[in-house]
C-alpha cells in the first residue's frame, strides 16, 4: 500500500523557521516526482514547490520563492521542505503529493497523497 506521511508542523513565529518531512512507505520515492501542497481555510489548494524524480529539477511558487527550499533524500525515502522566514500567509495544511509521471505546481497531476501537517504561523 503506497503511504506518504507528512511531519514536522507545527506553530511558529514570523520570521521563523520549520522543515517538513515527507516520508514514503509502500514504494521507492526515487521513482517519483513529488510535490509539495498547501490548503488555508476557505481556500483551493495551492502547489508551493515540486522535486524531480532525479533531484535535478525544482520549482517554486513565487509567493515562497526565495524562503522555501525543497530537497530529496532518495535514500531514506522522504522528501523534505525547508522553510524559513515564515509568515502568517504561510499559515495552512501542508500536503506532500507523488506522481510517477508529472511534474508541476498543480495538484491535479498528481496521484498519491499524505494526510496533511498543520503549520501556524502566529505571534
Known amino acids: 500500500q503506497l503511504q506518504l506521511v507528512e511531519s514536522g508542523g507545527g506553530l511558529v513565529q514570523p520570521g521563523g523557521s520549520l522543515r517538513l518531512s515527507c516520508a514514503a512507505s509502500?514504494?521507492?520515492?526515487?521513482?517519483?516526482?513529488i510535490g509539495w501542497f498547501r490548503q488555508a481555510p476557505g481556500k483551493e489548494r495551492e502547489g508551493v514547490s515540486y522535486?524531480?524524480?532525479?533531484?535535478?529539477?525544482?520549482n517554486y511558487a513565487g509567493s515562497v520563492k526565495g524562503r522555501f527550499t525543497i530537497s530529496r533524500d532518495n535514500a531514506k525515502n522522504t522528501v523534505y521542505l525547508q522553510m524559513n522566514s515564515l509568515k502568517p500567509e504561510d499559515t495552512a495544511v501542508y500536503y506532500c503529493?507523488?506522481?510517477?509521471?508529472?511534474?508541476?505546481?498543480?495538484?491535479?497531476?498528481?496521484?498519491?497523497w499524505g494526510q496533511g501537517t498543520q503549520v501556524t504561523v502566529s505571534s
Open positions: 503529493a507523488a506522481d510517477i509521471e508529472h511534474t508541476g505546481l498543480s495538484p491535479l497531476w498528481y496521484d498519491y
Open positions: 509502500g514504494f521507492t520515492l526515487d521513482y517519483y516526482n
Open positions: 522535486i524531480s524524480k532525479s533531484g535535478e529539477s525544482t
